[in-house]
């Protein structure tokens, strides 16, 4: 045959492999594309379905306050069922589990983890333990269903590249917390800070673009809303800043003795405790309940649920809380933690911070109130998540207000420092190993320890 013959014939060969990975390639961006549709269409239904669990509980307390004293143990224990009988993978946040999933080349074992029917039971779990007057959020479980909508979505795709998982797992979670919050650059910072160690060229394209894209999916069903309104606070360099070493010093020592007590706690109880809550988890999932009902009755039951609307009010300066709210909100959140049921500690978080800033705040005339609850907010979220970045961004766009960006860094990064030097094991990254030994996957799946000199790393 004639050399030329052979050429064309190559060169047709090679334009028919080009168009078929071209056409590959498509059809799988399509197929990314929708599952990021999917997650913020999901995202947006939990919402809901967790603001209806929240109304419910609002027409109980309408009835009498007195019912939660049954309410509240009989939903955290048959919560605690459920995740221990059927949905083992479903407890606790969600985000340990994203996390743990980066880090495991099993992919039977992370097929199990992100499963479907462990994404679904998570919302339905969570909204059980909303309507029980948990004090915990939906933001954390949102990470682990956006997780599996996308590894689900990756797997129908045909992919079996661990790196190319590993990076739809990611985008899966940043998306999930960028729906959540309607804080698309939250989302993005949250992928990088939260879930990854560095911002890999790779498969930064994917998380882009599915945080984008599930970001839209949010706004276009419920609004181009932000989560806490409008607040137009500064803090002027000057006097004012001495709200920023308070609020950084105190959100510091709060957050990492939490942060601190609860990697403690994940651990084990020793003693007696401890041996009555391994026997007994559905009893002393109960007993949790009951104790958060009393502080709910005590508190006229400001301490239910997310703790949005206090947070809300104590941002915007719309409604008066007592000096004690943040202390009986911390309480409750930790004891919702330690009942073992799923639920998530960002919106909590938020709830907690506010309620420390607008505390402070009456001491601190020379900076306007709503600066400070701003950066008591910032602080202790980022104190307990120890991802200073994160706390800033979502705090920023969560009220729309760029102003106090210098401020609420600083705050954010002093809140850091102060909660390292109580608690050395970021909370999620600590979390996350602890679930990869009760999965069975042994140590050296684990991630690593984080490196006590790095702002950005992974965690809870």
Same mark, same amino acid.
């Given at each position: 045959?004639?050399?030329?013959?052979?050429?064309?014939?190559?060169?047709?060969?090679?334009?028919?492999?080009?168009?078929?990975?071209?056409?590959?390639?498509?059809?799988?961006?399509?197929?990314?594309?929708?599952?990021?549709?999917? =997650?913020?269409?999901?995202?947006?239904?939990?919402?809901?379905?967790?603001?209806?669990?929240?109304?419910?509980?609002?027409?109980?307390?309408?009835?009498?306050?007195?019912?939660?004293?049954?309410?509240?143990? =009989?939903?955290?224990?048959?919560?605690?069922?459920?995740?221990?009988?059927?949905?083992?993978?479903?407890?606790?946040?969600?985000?340990?589990? /994203?996390?743990?999933?980066?880090?495991?080349?099993?992919?039977?074992?992370?097929?199990?983890?992100? /499963?479907?029917?462990?994404?679904? /039971?998570?919302?339905?779990?969570?909204?059980?333990?909303?309507?029980?007057?948990? !004090?915990?959020?939906?933001?954390?479980?949102?990470?682990?269903?956006?997780?599996?909508?996308?590894?689900?979505?990756?797997?129908?795709?045909?992919?079996?590249?661990?790196?190319?998982?590993?990076?739809?797992?990611?985008?899966?979670?940043?998306?999930?917390?960028?729906?959540?919050?309607?804080?698309?650059?939250?989302?993005?910072?949250?992928?990088?800070?939260?879930?990854?160690?560095?911002?890999?060229?790779?498969?930064?394209?994917?998380?882009?673009?599915?945080?984008?894209?599930?970001?839209?999916?949010?706004?276009?069903?419920?609004?181009?809303?932000?989560?806490?309104?409008?607040?137009?606070?500064?803090?002027?360099?000057?006097?004012?800043?001495?709200?920023?070493?308070?609020?950084?010093?105190?959100?510091?020592?709060?957050?990492?003795?939490?942060?601190?007590?609860?990697?403690?706690?994940?651990?084990?109880?020793?003693?007696?405790?401890?041996?009555?809550?391994?026997?007994? +988890?559905?009893?002393?999932?109960?007993?949790?309940?009951?104790?958060?009902?009393?502080?709910?009755?005590?508190?006229?039951?400001?301490?239910?649920?997310?703790?949005?609307?206090?947070?809300?009010?104590?941002?915007?300066?719309?409604?008066?809380?007592?000096?004690?709210?943040?202390?009986?909100?911390?309480?409750?959140?930790?004891?919702?933690?330690? !009942?073992?049921?799923?639920?998530?500690?960002?919106? +909590?978080?938020?709830?907690?911070?506010?309620?420390?800033?607008?505390?402070?705040?009456?001491?601190? +005339?020379?900076?306007?109130?709503?600066?400070?609850?701003?950066?008591?907010?910032?602080?202790?979220?980022?104190?307990?998540?120890?991802?200073?970045?994160?706390?800033?961004?979502?705090?920023?766009?969560?009220?729309?207000?760029?102003?106090?960006?210098?401020?609420?860094?600083?705050? /954010?990064?002093?809140?850091?420092?102060?909660?390292?030097?109580?608690?050395?094991?970021?909370?999620?990254?600590?979390?996350?190993?602890?679930?990869?030994?009760?999965?069975?996957?042994?140590?050296?799946?684990?991630?690593?320890?984080?490196?006590?000199?790095?702002?950005?790393?992974?965690?809870?």
């Amino acid at each position: 045959m004639h050399p030329s013959v052979n050429t064309t014939l190559e060169s047709l060969h090679q334009f028919r492999d080009l168009a078929r990975n071209g056409t590959l390639n498509w059809r799988r961006k399509l197929i990314y594309w929708s599952g990021a549709v999917l =997650v913020g269409l999901v995202a947006v239904g939990f919402a809901e379905l967790a603001d209806a669990a929240s109304h419910i509980r609002s027409r109980i307390t309408h009835i009498s306050p007195l019912l939660m004293l049954v309410v509240a143990p =009989v939903g955290l224990a048959l919560s605690t069922w459920l995740t221990r009988r059927w949905f083992r993978g479903a407890q606790g946040s969600g985000i340990p589990q /994203a996390i743990a999933c980066l880090h495991l080349h099993d992919m039977m074992l992370v097929d199990r983890i992100l /499963a479907v029917r462990i994404a679904l /039971a998570k919302i339905f779990l969570t909204c059980l333990g909303l309507l029980a007057g948990a !004090s915990i959020g939906r933001e954390g479980p949102t990470v682990q269903v956006g997780a599996s909508i996308m590894h689900m979505v990756g797997r129908q795709a045909g992919m079996t590249n661990v790196t190319g998982i590993h990076a739809l797992i990611k985008a899966g979670g940043a998306a999930g917390v960028a729906a959540a919050f309607n804080t698309p650059l939250a989302g993005i910072v949250f992928g990088i800070e939260e879930l990854a160690r560095s911002f890999e060229q790779r498969t930064s394209g994917t998380m882009l673009t599915c945080v984008v894209i599930s970001g839209v999916t949010a706004i276009a069903l419920m609004g181009n809303y932000t989560y806490f309104g409008h607040t137009y606070s500064a803090v002027p360099v000057g006097a004012s800043w001495l709200a920023v070493l308070i609020c950084g010093v105190l959100g510091g020592l709060s957050g990492g003795m939490f942060s601190a007590l609860l990697v403690r706690v994940s651990r084990g109880v020793p003693g007696r405790m401890g041996a009555f809550i391994s026997r007994r +988890p559905v009893l002393f999932a109960a007993l949790c309940g009951l104790v958060l009902a009393i502080i709910g009755v005590v508190s006229d039951g400001i301490t239910y649920g997310t703790g949005y609307t206090q947070a809300r009010d104590i941002i915007m300066g719309s409604g008066q809380y007592p000096a004690y709210y943040f202390v009986l909100k911390l309480l409750a959140t930790f004891i919702s933690y330690c !009942s073992g049921i799923p639920g998530g500690l960002f919106a +909590p978080s938020l709830s907690i911070g506010a309620g420390m800033g607008g505390w402070v705040a009456q001491f601190l +005339p020379h900076t306007t109130s709503g600066a400070v609850v701003l950066l008591g907010t910032v602080a202790y979220f980022s104190a307990v998540t120890q991802s200073p970045l994160t706390a800033t961004v979502i705090v920023m766009e969560m009220c729309d207000n760029q102003q106090i960006t210098l401020a609420l860094m600083a705050s /954010a990064f002093l809140a850091f420092g102060v909660s390292r030097a109580l608690c050395s094991h970021a909370l999620y990254s600590a979390l996350a190993v602890r679930f990869l030994r009760t999965t069975g996957s042994g140590q050296k799946n684990a991630p690593a320890a984080p490196n006590p000199d790095s702002a950005s790393h992974t965690n809870r």
